[in-house]
Every structure is written in structure tokens, then in C-alpha cells.
Nanobody, 121 residues
């Protein structure tokens, strides 16, 4: 019953900004880590940024200094603030989470449906 839902994607011009949100639903005991991945046409899915429940963050070199990931432990949600967007940032962005549902002995990996981000003039 645990699900992830992304929002905030869209079309922006180069240099613009977007803020992606990922909300989890269901009976969740604990979130250990959440993050964002992206996949552009003809390429493999790649890591963008992750954040642990302790607040440790990690970024891909290509987005370092431009993107900021943040998590809300109380809401089991994660956000991605994207600034100074470039055309090469165009991709489908997927939310990922390691979540432990109530009644489960350990966490499992969950994925959202993805949201399209297009950076173009």
C-alpha cells in the first residue's frame, strides 16, 4: 500500500528553476533514505541526489552547486530544488525511497511514476 507520488515537473527556459516534490503515502514506520534519479532519451537512469534520514546528502557532479535536495522526516517526503537549469537536465525524474512499512521487518525500495522536466527555449 506504500506509494510515491512526484509533482513539480514542467517546461522551463534555460537558467530557470523548478522544485520537485515527492510525497509518500501509506503506513510507513520509517524512511531511511530518499532520492532523485533521472533518465533522458537514449540514456540509462542515473542518480541525481540522495538524502538520508540523518540529513546526509550526496549529489551527482553534474548538478552539484545547482540542485539542492532536502527531506522531511515527519512527512516522509523529499524535495529537489533545481536552479540554473540547462538543456541537458531534460529528463524524466523519478523519486526513490527506502521505506519500512509498519509490520515489516526491514525496508524495501520504492519508485514513483516519474515527472517530466524539459529545459528548452
Amino acid at each position: 500500500q506504500v506509494q510515491l507520488m512526484e509533482s513539480g515537473g514542467g517546461l522551463v527556459q534555460p537558467g530557470g528553476s523548478l522544485r520537485l516534490s515527492c510525497a509518500s503515502s501509506g503506513s510507513i514506520f520509517r524512511a531511511y533514505a530518499m532520492g532523485w534519479y533521472r533518465q533522458s532519451s537514449g540514456n540509462q537512469r542515473e542518480l541525481v541526489a540522495t538524502v538520508t534520514s540523518g540529513g546526509d546528502t550526496n549529489y551527482a557532479d553534474s548538478v552539484l552547486g545547482r540542485f539542492t535536495i532536502s527531506g522531511d522526516n515527519a512527512k516522509n517526503s523529499v524535495y529537489l530544488q533545481m536552479n540554473s537549469l540547462k538543456p541537458e537536465d531534460t529528463a524524466i525524474y523519478y523519486c526513490n525511497a527506502q521505506l519500512q512499512p509498519f509490520g515489516a521487518l526491514y525496508a524495501s525500495d520504492y519508485w514513483g511514476q516519474g515527472t517530466q522536466v524539459t529545459v528548452s527555449s
